[in-house]
């Protein structure tokens, strides 16, 4: 075994070897993997080998689809079989919201290349002959789906990784990470120790002890999931011989189970609600190719529901039932990408989809570790997601949810509770007692809406019971003024002698003089969009800098790697130790004036202002600016404040019939001034010119800064797409993103977000689609639970288009 290598990669299982081969094929061959058994030890060689290319995230859909397509590359490089069938599939609705449900993959799964189609439940039973179409209103047929051999596809990868040079080490047990002095990582295992620069953890089931050898306690448990294999069934091989095909995959939403056919039988498998967590604190290192004790019982539920859409299950024996445990994250999406403060350190686990995410895990990550950037948009699947606040307690109440409800419909207005409340602001039980209905980002609770005793969401695709309540809250801002809490924003504090010059060239905006705010995007080295922050010059040489709540720990990851060595910068995540308020509407002014001796008239504090001033008893860090694109106030205090400063704002309100507002209320107000937001207008993937925050980037500024010279060529070139607003011909669902859009006929673009601006009295989409049309007056489309609704462009913003009523 060597001693040294470039990059080492800790587990075989089939994540670990896609890994290996990816760095290996994008030239990095000075790389070993380091496996304490046989290859596929863990949860690989047991797994179901079911893949498909839908997913929640289509960005996620897209590795997958890459995933798939894969298999015949590594096949005739190894040499080695996949055993890849690629049957196509059906997923099965027995009411009609799943459908509605299904309805949108398909939207999704046009612009993303994705062959899917609307079909009857006979036409499905046409297909898989196994199903009692009486039991289905309806179901979607996918072409991509199939199954493969778990073994034959992991050592496909290895043996591919070895042809390209790299190697495989296996009886290698990694038994400590050690960081040396220079930067270097010292693994040590039961066979010597290897120095590296780069370190993988694709530990699977033992993802957490390798993550806990660097100090690193990472959200994974595994589950207990079971799957059963019949005996052979006649109606199988009358279908074989009959067709000359197998019989295609199912997924039987309702059933909470997933079938294919097995040999002469079929495979059935289950994500019961009475789940099972497999060794809760620790993994065993001594466990390898054993299978858990089976109990039906716990699935028998679930397979009652199956036997009875799929009558034929009920003529055959069970010839063997399959447990065994898989890794899961509290979102059910892995975890991936390079750990904040430990440079040189990736993880690739959580990976319960391996067969159809393992090969985009490695093709994302190999990219990052040699280019500096994933190659594509993985936010779904970024480590950063979480933060320390995803302890083993929330990790497990988390996992266990999505478990269950692998299968579930999620509606666009449902708020999961497992694991909540954690975070919480001063103001949490004062803004419940107002019927607050509370939603979670980055484990904060986030006031939604409002609700009036007895009333609460009525989970659904379309408008529900929160439509009219929202629609006040809407009203109180744009006729009066609103309060809301802004805790979740992530808030940061920049400080040191080198402070200026360091912002100055990690933002792309131009500097604002004491006392002065800006918008400012942040570029990464290809010109993109990593961030979209307000920055304030608060004097005397420190900064402070606001931006979107779940990206907090995926902006400092990338705020640290970018400091001087010098130490001449200081940047501190404030998190809760600063909370928020916002008040905003035309009355807000007049608040605000009641409860500070400051002047705040409009020459003493214009539109961009910053300064620290008093609210009642409270010292606040006040801005003029407001994301409902009305006049408002951004104050920021200690949380030991909150409760003064809340309390002095809504006394000083009341004879301007001040109303709460929730995030609901602030995304219909923010829509109808065509204001994007991070990680759905603004992400990785699109430029600031496609974005349209090109008038925010300062690009002649002397100091340069990242992404300089990238953004000046889209800005010549004229990138590829444009952000635009679209007032879409809804009735009684509004999109919620990831919906297609429709030229003249045929898909251009995708929506990114939207929903109903309640005081324009329009339904209003955001996305975007080819540069070319932009700007075309006509023809579009914008479908919504699979019909298209007519949309148009709308180039300026419906309400306050000159901004004078935010600058008065």
Request: net charge neutral.
């Amino acid at each position: 075994m060597k001693s040294h290598a470039k990059g080492v990669v800790i587990g075989g299982g089939v994540v670990g070897c896609s890994v290996l081969f990816h760095l290996a094929r994008h030239g990095w061959t000075d790389v070993v993997l380091l496996e304490r058994d046989e290859l596929t030890s863990g949860s690989t060689w047991h797994a179901a080998g079911g893949m498909h290319t839908i997913n929640g995230d289509p960005n996620v859909a897209k590795l997958q689809k890459y995933t798939i397509s894969l298999y015949k590359e590594i096949e005739e490089l190894s040499g080695q079989a996949t055993g890849v069938h690629l049957t196509g599939g059906v997923l099965l609705a027995a009411t009609e919201a799943r459908l509605d449900w299904l309805r949108g993959v398909v939207s999704k799964g046009r612009y993303l290349g994705i062959d899917l189609e609307v079909i009857l439940a006979k036409e499905a039973a046409e297909l898989m002959p196994l199903i009692d179409p009486k039991q289905f209103v309806g179901a979607v047929r996918n072409k991509e789906d199939g199954h493969l051999d778990p073994s034959g596809v992991t050592h496909a990868y290895a043996k591919a990784a070895r042809k390209l040079g790299a190697e495989v080490e296996r009886f290698t047990k990694v038994e400590d990470i050690v960081r040396r002095p220079d930067g270097l990582w010292r693994v040590i295992t039961n066979r010597g120790d290897v120095i590296t620069e780069q370190v993988v953890n694709a530990g699977g089931l033992w993802a957490r002890e390798v993550g806990r050898m660097v100090g690193l306690e990472l959200p994974v448990l595994a589950m207990e999931h079971m799957y059963l294999i019949t005996e052979d069934m006649p109606e199988v091989a009358d279908w074989n011989k009959k067709t000359g095909t197998e019989i295609i995959h199912a997924v039987d939403f309702d059933g909470e189970i997933y079938l294919r056919q097995e040999r002469g039988g079929m495979l059935m498998g289950t994500y019961e609600k009475a789940n099972k967590v497999w060794s809760e604190f620790s993994t065993p290192w001594n466990f390898g190719h054993e299978l858990l004790e089976p109990d039906i019982d716990r699935i028998a539920p679930s397979l009652e529901v199956g036997f009875r859409h799929f009558p034929a299950f009920q003529k055959t024996g069970i010839k063997q039932i399959i447990n065994g445990p898989f890794t899961f994250a509290p979102d059910g999406n892995p975890l991936v990408g390079p750990v904040r403060g430990l440079p040189g350190f990736w993880v690739a686990c959580g990976v319960m989809a391996g067969f159809s995410q393992g090969g985009g895990v490695g093709l994302a990550l190999s990219n990052w570790m040699i280019e500096g950037d994933p190659g594509a948009d993985i936010w779904a699947m970024d480590v950063a997601r979480y933060g320390d606040w995803a302890t083993m307690t929330y990790t497990n109440a988390k996992v266990r949810e999505n478990y269950s409800r692998r299968f579930s419909i999620r509606f666009p207005n449902e708020e999961l509770p497992a694991g909540r409340p954690l975070k919480t602001t001063p103001l949490y039980d004062t803004l419940s007692a107002k019927g607050a209905q509370w939603g979670v980002a980055f484990g904060l609770e986030v006031p939604l809406w409002y609700a009036p005793e007895g009333v609460k969401d009525e989970f659904s695709w379309r408008r529900s019971t929160d439509f009219d309540h929202v629609g006040s809250e809407v009203a109180a801002v744009r006729n009066g003024v609103g309060l809301s809490e802004i805790s979740s924003f992530a808030k940061y504090k920049v400080t040191g002698e080198g402070a200026a010059a360091w912002l100055d060239r990690l933002l792309a905006c131009r500097m604002p003089k004491p006392g002065r705010m800006t918008l400012a995007p942040m570029l990464k080295e290809d010109g993109k969009l990593i961030g979209d922050f307000t920055l304030a010059n608060v004097g005397e040489g420190d900064w402070f800098v606001a931006g979107s709540g779940v990206a907090e720990q995926y902006h400092m990851r990338w705020f640290e790697a970018h400091l001087p060595k010098d130490d001449s910068v200081q940047i501190k995540s404030l998190g809760q130790k600063l909370t928020g308020l916002a008040i905003a509407g035309p009355k807000a002014r007049a608040v605000l004036a009641k409860v500070t001796r400051a002047d705040v008239s409009n020459p003493a504090f214009p539109f961009m202002a910053v300064a620290t001033i008093d609210i009642g008893m409270a010292r606040c860090l006040v801005g003029r600016v407001s994301y409902t694109g009305d006049l408002g106030y951004e104050i920021w205090m200690p949380p030991e404040y909150q409760r003064a400063a809340y309390q002095a704002l809504i006394t000083a309100g009341e004879e301007f019939g001040i109303g709460m507002f929730g995030s609901r209320a602030l995304n219909a107000l923010r829509l109808e001034k065509n204001y994007g937001s991070w990680a759905r207008e603004y992400r990785p993937i699109y430029g600031p010119l496609e974005a349209g925050l090109d008038r925010f980037v300062a690009y002649g500024k002397e100091a340069g800064f990242i992404g300089k010279e990238a953004a000046i060529a889209e800005r010549k070139q004229g990138g590829k797409l444009r952000l635009r607003a679209f007032i879409v011909e809804a009735t009684d669902a509004d999109v919620i993103g990831d919906e297609a859009i429709w030229h003249d006929g045929v898909v251009r673009g995708w929506v990114t977000s939207g929903g109903y601006a309640h005081n324009a009295k329009k339904s209003i989409a955001m996305g975007y689609v080819p540069k070319e049309i932009a700007d075309r007056p006509d023809g579009f489309e914008i479908e919504i639970l699979g019909k298209r609704h007519a949309a148009r462009i709308q180039a300026t913003p419906l309400f306050d288009a000159n901004f004078e009523r935010m600058r008065a």
